[in-house]
């Protein structure tokens, strides 16, 4: 599977002679990015438009970049050396660009792992829940009030009873954020410090729980009014510490770095690999 294939050295990076092409990809999507999230304490109009223009970034983003990288090569006559009036040494031959990381642990990994952290966070907010926040749906009803405005109006004793529309909310968000970051930590880890578990369950929970705190606020003014911050610290270093154990435990593989889209996830097309 593409996601364990050992098949290219690791040590072994090919260079690319070009540069990528300009695009307004990146653009188009971080301004959908923020009109979705400035829609969640607006209007859901705001919040739609943004998703269809992050759909579009998305779209013409990933066609820059499949099957294969659009590249503006680079000139040989921009690589030769100047002629000089006085002897110099002959220039050693070109080395393979370094790109870092070099390794990556299994997607999948990331995947499974951002499950099991979410379990573990889950665990933990529920924990909370039972002993003075208000029974169990009292959390899972908040985190769905950062995508649904209209809870904000609810309250506490609305809170804490099961909704099935909030769970399933909830529910996705919890996944999608989740799983998110698990594969985000496929990446990240290997080019942490000596101790990646460490790292990953302690010091970039600490980091996004500081991040929320200056932002909750604004993105959920619901859950803000309701959290019980060392509970949430507690509940983003359970995620930490078990998506980050699973992840490392996993058998690192070439990020096949500078190889196309095409040929590092080896999609079929056409019948050929």
């Keep these: ?49 943004g998703a269809v223009i992050l759909v579009v970034g998305l779209v013409i983003w990933f066609s820059d970049v499949f099957p294969h990288e659009r590249i503006d090569p ?26 870092y990381p070099e390794v990556v642990y299994p997607y999948r990994s990331g995947v499974v792992g951002g499950l099991i952290g979410g379990v573990a966070m889950g665990i933990v907010a529920m924990g909370w ?14 985190l769905s009030a950062a995508v649904m405005p209209s809870i904000g109006s609810a309250d506490e004793a609305t809170l804490r009873l099961f909704n099935a529309e909030w769970f399933a909310v909830a529910l996705g968000i919890h996944l999608v954020l989740s799983v998110s970051s698990g594969v985000l930590y496929t990446i990240a880890l290997p080019i942490m410090f000596r101790w990646p578990i460490l790292a990953g369950g302690i010091l970039v929970p600490i980091i996004l729980s500081g991040l929320v705190w200056a932002s909750l606020s604004i993105v959920n003014p619901t859950l803000d009014r309701h959290i019980s911050w060392p509970w949430f610290v507690a509940s ?28 590092r996830f080896q999609i079929d097309r056409g019948g050929k690999r």
């Design 74 to 99: 680079i000139p040989e006559e921009a690589n030769a050396a100047p002629a000089l009036d006085f002897a110099v040494a002959a220039p050693k031959a070109h080395a393979a660009r370094p790109v």
């Design 129 to 142: 829940g039972l002993t003075g926040g208000g029974g169990i749906w009292l959390p899972i009803n908040l």
């Design 1 to 49: 599977m593409w996601w364990e294939d050992e098949s290219v050295p690791m040590n072994k990076v090919p260079y690319m002679n070009g540069i990528p092409e300009p695009t307004s990809a990146p653009m188009i999507t971080a301004f959908g990015v923020t009109l979705l999230a400035a829609g969640m304490v607006t209007n859901g109009w705001v919040a739609a438009g």
């Design 236 to 263: 983003q270093i359970a995620f930490g510490i078990a998506c980050g154990w699973w992840v490392s435990g996993r058998t690192p593989v070439s990020a096949r770095a500078g190889g196309s889209l095409a040929d």
